[in-house]
């Protein structure tokens, strides 16, 4: 069974099985959740139950997809997340003992069902939360080590009460328990295009996938669309497909103002991974911080997966994709010179960039591909359910 054009699990199907899935944090169509845990469940035959902040970020709850009912969750943005986790308190003690198993996304929802007469619920661990307040811009500075240490409470409550899946196996080491490990992988097409095939205007692209934040290198990115402009005189552009925000936001929006870059703004995953095809290199300048040290980018990943060669700051993870696998290059941290001048390389010559691509997508068929990592997910939400 195929939903939104994606292969289900090979497992026999558990028929009659509910899950409600909440967040007040990501988008409605964040990749993970919506694009490929919730299509694998309900390829399996289950129900889901969609609860996040679809006005919160402006798009409409989904209606016509069979097995799925969405509701409505406030948002939690910035230091205002009390009226998020008090909207999404109702909804689990409404909603959820209806259901078999409850899905959360967010930290901030571990504390929510407190009290509340619910079925086994799940965490899925998404990042390394303690390392990531680091980087949060509406933390204060004086308050970081605080809400770090609060975080690790939660952690500890969370292993407490409920199950946990774990998006990185580096994130094992925060908890004390082993636990299920079900990676931040993705669809890997059978026979991408050809890496550097230029779009019907001629133009080459170089593509950056995903949130745009300073620690995930937005300047650096837009110092590499204003040199590749000016040196190629347009025949090579950067393409932006992600939201930015913030001091991001601002530099991001200038440049495409400017014609240095063309940013697309938030593009739902399943159009957006499409975006990748045929691009000359893809881009994760993401900077060396506690929160990106220990995981495996999702961008280098989704770039492998799509026969786009990698350019890459020098996080273990990513170095050792690209090492493996031969799909890309690794760059020093922040060094906007030598990006340009590997991309202008393969501008030159397209063959080995094609070459190169087929190198990284090769390795993601054989490791990363979502298709058999998918029947992981729903048997970890299974067991769940049958200890409940």
């Known amino acids: 069974m195929s939903i939104d054009g994606q292969e289900g699990p090979s497992a026999t199907p558990r028929r009659g099985r509910r899950a409600l899935v909440v967040t007040v944090v990501h988008h409605p169509h ?4 919506r694009h490929r845990q919730i299509p694998a469940l309900l390829a399996a035959g289950w129900q889901v139950t969609y609860a996040a902040p679809f006005q919160g970020y402006g798009v409409p709850p989904e209606q016509d997809v069979a ?11 910035g230091r205002d997340r ?11 003690r409404d909603l959820g003992p209806a259901h078999d198993v409850v899905l959360l996304h967010d930290p901030e929802l571990v504390p929510t069902t407190t009290r509340l007469d619910l079925p086994p619920v799940v965490w899925d661990v998404h990042e390394d939360t303690a390392a990531a307040v680091a980087v949060r811009p509406w933390v204060p500075d004086p308050l970081r080590p605080v809400l770090a240490r609060a975080v690790t409470a939660v952690e500890r409550l969370a292993e407490r009460r409920m199950s946990l899946l774990l998006a990185d196996e580096h994130y094992a080491g925060r908890f004390r328990r082993q636990h299920p490990v ?12 050809p890496a550097g095939s230029p779009g019907p205007d001629g133009v080459q692209r170089v593509v950056y996938l995903g949130s745009v934040t300073v620690e995930r290198g937005a300047r650096e990115i837009v110092d590499v669309g204003r040199r590749l402009r000016s040196v190629t005189d347009g025949r090579v552009i950067v393409q932006v497909v992600g939201p ?3 001091p991001a936001g601002r530099v991001v929006q200038a440049a495409h103002l400017a014609g240095d870059l063309r940013w697309e703004g938030f593009v739902r995953s399943d159009t957006a991974l499409g975006m990748l095809d045929g691009a000359l290199a893809g881009l994760s300048p993401l900077h060396d911080t506690a929160n990106f040290r220990p995981s495996v980018p999702t961008k280098v990943v989704e770039y492998m997966a799509h026969g786009v060669p990698v350019i890459t700051s020098p996080l273990p993870w990513a170095v050792d994709l690209v090492d493996r696998s031969g799909g890309g290059v690794v760059v020093p941290f922040g060094d906007v010179d030598q990006t340009v001048a590997q991309v202008l390389a393969w501008a030159e010559d397209p063959t080995a960039a094609a070459a190169v691509g087929r190198r990284g997508h090769a390795l993601a068929v054989a490791e990363l591909d979502w298709a058999s990592r998918s029947v992981d997910f729903v048997a970890a939400l299974d067991r769940a359910a049958d200890a409940g």
């Not at 964040?30 to 959740?33: C, L, V």
């Not at 097995?67 to 943005?77: F, K, M, P």
């Not at 009390?82 to 689990?92: D, G, K, M, T």
């Open 244 to 246: 930015a925000h913030g």
């Open 67 to 77: 097995g799925l009912t969405c509701v409505e969750v406030t948002r939690a943005v």
């Open 82 to 92: 009390w009226r998020a986790q008090r909207s999404a308190r109702a909804v689990l």
């Open 182 to 193: 079900v990676p931040n992988t993705t669809l890997v097409p059978v026979d991408p295009p």
């Open 30 to 33: 964040d990749a993970r959740i």
